[in-house]
């Protein structure tokens, strides 16, 4: 690995805005490849998850994590044609009715394109239907409810009850996310619950691409 | 009836002026502030106090549902009692009804005294993002952080000065661009859940029961969702 690389990592980890934005420039001088560097942006940010969850990082830091790296795929974007590798189905996303909670929403959306899915954002405090009328108009496979609130576990059931009613739900994967475990998951109905981004990506690219459904671990 | 109670430091203020009014004198374990964010750490917190707590009838959870933090909570030997509401803000509103009807206006994030004093809190996290990111930043990840958040507002529970903390909310209002509105707050749940009057409000387990999925969800008026959304769905296909 080039010592540019390993550099990345470290910055992306201490969210050094400007070091991050100059090592992607120079990686790009150099004839790095583009994916490559983002990939070690990716780890980066996997790190800052694990602080994170140590208490060492805050909310509003995991947003700079998430703007450094909207920031250097525009850099990389501009210099560059870059096309995702594989394209995925649309997968449909909402926060449930009720709910305005929208942060890791958004970072999951926001790697999950990076990552080459095709996404349909339905925004905060989505009434059931509106998630039907996406599943049908995008002829969508997954749709994830998210949620953070208490009151988001029924509009994810009601949301699940609607989608049997109109046929959809043995073709359609519900993933539920925020607040979320077993529980929630049995309660609502879903088939799958994720408290991390990297989950998510994984999780919908097995049921997309690798077309498997897998167990669910905590 | 030998009783404790076993609250959220945040509410210090507002269980001291419950229990001021109601004169009981239960012994008080609280746990710190701030665990909501981790609802594993906060449901292991609670666990282990009320597995501490010996020789009480009854333990009196001054706690919102947060989550799923107090989802599988139980007793072995002694009766649980807490308010089935979904965070403290309905305990200081006075119920969810109250909450809802303000979310309705406008996406509002409440503070109180208690908040402002012992959570890790969104004024605290605003100046760490100015020492570490900048002012531009800050701005940007504020925006971001506070989405459809329109509006602050204080609640006035009665039990601090509102005067104390206003100046530094109005303040920090301005600086976000945000509203802010005082409201009164209503301390009703804290004085029944004292005093016993523990009706259709609060959750009672007996020893041995543990808090379910169906206590914290209400599942009601599934039946008439169904019928509603099933002819909007017509209607808009």
Redesign the interface.
């Given at each position: 690995m080039l010592k540019i690389q390993k550099m990345l990592v470290g910055a992306m980890a201490r969210?050094d805005?400007t070091m991050v934005m100059n090592l992607v420039k120079q990686g790009l001088q150099m004839g790095i490849n583009p994916y490559v560097l983002l990939e070690e942006i990716r780890i980066g940010t996997d790190r800052v998850g694990e602080l994170y969850s140590k208490?060492e990082y805050?909310?509003?830091d995991l947003?700079?994590a998430s703007?450094i790296f909207k920031e250097v795929l525009t850099l990389v974007n501009r210099d560059r044609v870059v096309t995702a590798v594989v394209s995925y189905p649309t997968v449909i996303f909402g926060t449930v009715e009720d709910d305005?909670?929208?942060?890791g929403k958004?970072i999951t959306t926001g790697i999950m394109r990076y990552n080459g899915f095709d996404i349909c954002d339905l925004g905060?405090?989505v009434?059931?239907?509106k998630f039907?009328?996406a599943i049908e108009q995008y002829n969508s496979r997954v749709v994830c409810l998210t949620g953070?609130?208490?009151?988001a576990?029924?509009s994810m059931?009601?949301t699940i009850?609607?989608l049997k009613?109109?046929g959809l739900r043995s073709r359609t994967t519900v993933i539920i996310g925020g607040?979320?475990?077993e529980?929630?998951k049995?309660?609502t109905g879903a088939d799958y619950w994720a408290t991390d981004c990297t989950k998510v990506n994984e999780l919908c690219r097995n049921i997309l691409v690798n077309n498997k459904r897998i167990m669910q671990s905590s | 009836m030998r009783t404790a109670i076993l609250a959220c430091q945040t509410l210090k203020a507002e269980l001291a002026l419950a229990i001021k009014e109601t004169k009981v004198d239960f012994p008080i374990i609280y746990v710190e502030s701030g665990l909501h964010k981790t609802p594993e750490l906060l449901h292991k917190r609670i666990q282990e106090e009320i597995n501490r707590i010996d020789n009480v009838d009854v333990i009196l959870l001054l706690f919102g549902y947060c989550g799923n933090s107090l989802l599988g909570i139980k007793s072995d030997r002694t009766k649980l009692v807490l308010p089935k509401v979904d965070d403290c803000i309905p305990l200081l509103l006075g119920s969810c009804e109250a909450r809802k009807n303000i979310a309705k206006e406008m996406g509002t994030y409440f503070l109180t005294q208690g908040w402002l004093e012992y959570e890790d809190n969104l004024l605290r996290e605003y100046d760490r993002c100015i020492k570490r990111y900048g002012q531009s930043r800050t701005a940007k990840i504020m925006k971001i952080m506070l989405g459809h958040y329109k509006r602050f507002m204080l609640i006035d529970t009665g039990a601090y000065p509102v005067e104390t903390v206003l100046p530094q909310t109005k303040e920090f209002a301005e600086r976000l661009n945000m509203c802010h509105e005082v409201t009164p707050g209503s301390l009703r749940l804290f004085y029944k859940l004292l005093q016993g009057e523990w009706d259709e409000e609060f959750l009672v387990l007996e020893p041995g029961k543990a808090v379910a999925m169906s206590d914290i969800c209400s599942g009601n008026n599934q039946q008439e969702f169904s019928q509603t959304t099933a002819l909007q769905l017509c209607a808009n296909k």
């Open positions: 969210l805005e208490g805050f909310l509003s947003i700079m703007e305005i909670h929208d942060i958004n905060v405090d009434p059931g239907p039907v009328e953070l609130i208490t009151e576990f029924d059931k009601n009850t609607l009613e109109a607040l979320v475990n529980s929630v049995n309660y | -």
